[in-house]
């Protein structure tokens, strides 16, 4: 016997599957015209959306409104006039004036401090020869310390009445009538303008010196680029030779030059063209 009982709704399977009522779904119209219509299944089964679907959907939406809010803060930072420049400290002169450096960077005044940058600072010095480079340091929320590193001057080339000073490269430095008062040696006429090989010689030996060695030489000078000699300001020679191992013929004239004077057997000339085996006579 058929069991006459209708079928109930499905228990516990509403997170499963839903039923939706039956659509009528029109049909091109038949000859007489007569529109069809045509039913669409009975059942349609949705699945809902899986719940790790949902999460990662709901991850991204909140990485990307932080990501939105970092650019806005991040923006806001950078063209914020908040963080203007309106105060430029310098440190680090002893050539150049703090006064001239601000002044070459006053164009930077009123500029936020994330915008501006060390090669803009860099380029703006240029014209000040003294200033090898320069590094930035921002202080919010206005103010600009930039730290000087100089040309280090090495030695004396006359010009007429003057003394100009120059560093290793031959950048001219300074200008003056008292050579005494440079505390740094004279390079010998004869080793000619600072393009030339004797003066790339003779300036690469005075710019490996210790600052208070060099403040000891008088002048120097070279032959050639293998035979480069230094005279002290009390008359005593140093043969120096060519410019391999400079840094340790350095360290031993500045041992040489600290070993106590010995009234009996005064010293004339310091060679240390051979570093490891430097002597006196």
């Known amino acids: 016997m058929a069991s006459t009982r209708k079928p109930g709704p499905i228990r516990g399977g509403a997170d499963v599957i839903s039923a939706q009522r039956s659509v009528e779904v029109p049909r091109p119209a038949e000859p007489g015209g007569k529109q069809a219509k045509a039913e669409a299944p009975a059942n349609v089964i949705v699945f ?36 203007a420049v309106r105060s430029i400290a310098v440190d680090g002169t002893k050539l150049v004036t703090p006064d001239a450096v601000q002044k070459a960077l006053s164009g930077l005044q ?28 921002a202080r919010p929320p206005s103010e600009l310390l930039v730290h ?35 505390a740094l040696p004279l390079i010998d006429p004869g080793a000619g303008t600072v393009n030339t090989d004797l003066f790339k010689a003779i300036a690469a030996v005075l710019d490996t010196l ?20 230094l005279k002290l300001v009390d008359g005593k020679t140093v043969v120096w ?29 310091y060679d240390v063209s051979v570093p490891r085996h430097p002597f006196t006579k």
């Open 110 to 137: 009123g500029k936020p401090l994330p915008q501006v940058s060390e090669q803009q600072v860099n380029d703006l010095l240029k014209p000040l020869v003294q200033v090898r480079s320069a590094t930035v340091e």
């Open 148 to 182: 000087i590193d100089e040309r280090v001057p090495v030695a004396l080339l006359k010009q007429g009445d003057a003394y100009v000073m120059v560093d290793v490269d031959g950048v001219q430095l300074g200008v003056t009538k008292d050579p005494a008062g440079a």
């Open 241 to 269: 030779g060519n410019a391999e191992d400079r840094e340790l013929k350095a360290k031993a004239l500045q041992a040489l030059l600290n070993m106590p004077p010995n009234p009996k057997d005064p010293i004339n000339v």
């Open 48 to 83: 809902p959306e899986p719940k790790g679907k949902r999460k990662r959907r709901l991850i991204g939406w909140t990485l990307a409104i932080i990501v939105v809010l970092v650019a806005a803060i991040v923006a806001g930072a950078v063209y914020s006039p908040v963080l």
């Open 210 to 229: 210790p600052a208070d060695v060099l403040a000891k030489m008088a002048t120097a000078s070279a032959t050639s680029p293998d035979a480069v000699e």
